[in-house]
């Protein structure tokens, strides 16, 4: 019975490490990100009056897709970490991910949050705020990719794909939904998933690297990828530590842009 309690203590702990820094605004409204320093928010998200299950719709046709697979490489310190993304079954969030990569977003930001203890968890990067080296370490954590031809701040869905469904769920977590099966694409030890606030569509660019199994997180947060070579480098990236340059190798002719 303790172990239970203590595994249940843990998961809300390691999910709040998400949770309060995993993107920059706690709503995907056009309101200006603002830090949300350690406040014990844990996950729990108001029922979503959107259907369940939803086509990708005119509703995200302002968004880029991945249309199959794709390969991004990594570089962090010098070293590489390839990632095979799936557009197959995240076609919005992988192809999220190869826009802002091609636009060159993710390279000099920072891993702004490393999880290792009580035991492995994440490595987190990807706020675009942490370009500029004398931005406050404490408030990384807060921002996301702003669309230069909105100049706002971009939000994908919530997108997720249950085993045996045609199209992901969208907009809802899994026990929103009342999803039984599991998602197509789950977090084992190296999975890439976007970061988000309480607000299921408030994901942006800020993305994490599990270091371990984490099966609680399923069907609540978006994984789009995996690390296929590298997670040696993923395990020794430490907090402060920055990503040199990112680059998509493979795939690209699956990519849809945005006109």
């Known amino acids: 019975m303790q172990i239970r309690i203590q595994q249940w203590f843990f998961s809300i702990l390691i999910i709040g490490a998400i949770f309060v820094g995993g993107c920059g605004s ?11 320093p350690a406040s014990g928010e844990t996950i729990s998200l108001s029922p979503s009056a959107s259907p369940a299950v939803v086509a990708a719709s005119s509703q995200f046709s302002n968004l880029p897709r991945l249309e199959g697979k794709a390969t991004v490489v990594m570089t962090v310190k010098g070293a590489p970490i390839t990632i095979e993304l799936d557009g197959t079954n995240a076609p919005i969030t992988a192809g999220n991910f190869v826009d802002l990569v091609q636009k ?17 968890f994440v490595v987190q990067g990807g706020d ?13 954590g807060t921002g996301g990719f702003i669309d230069p031809k909105t100049s706002q701040e971009r939000y994908i869905p919530l997108e997720i794909k249950a085993k045996g469904a045609k199209t992901p769920t969208y907009s809802t977590t899994f026990e929103q939904a009342r999803v039984t099966e599991k998602p197509v694409l789950v977090h084992s030890r190296g ?41 040696d480098v993923v395990d020794k990236i430490q907090a402060g530590d920055r990503i040199d340059k990112a680059t998509v190798t ?5 990519f849809k842009a945005v006109s």
């Open 26 to 36: 706690s709503t995907p409204a056009n309101s200006t990100p603002t830090p949300n």
């Open 191 to 231: 999975a890439v998933a976007m970061a988000r606030s309480n607000a299921p569509d408030s994901a942006s660019s800020q993305f994490y690297f599990t270091l371990t199994d984490v099966p609680f997180l399923d069907g609540s947060y978006a994984v789009f990828g995996y690390v296929k070579q590298g997670m």
């Open 250 to 254: 493979q795939g690209l002719e699956n």
């Open 128 to 140: 675009p705020q942490g370009k500029d080296p004398k931005f406050p370490s404490e408030r990384l």
């Open 104 to 120: 060159g977003v993710y390279d000099g930001l920072v891993f702004h949050r490393v999880v290792r203890e009580p035991q492995p």
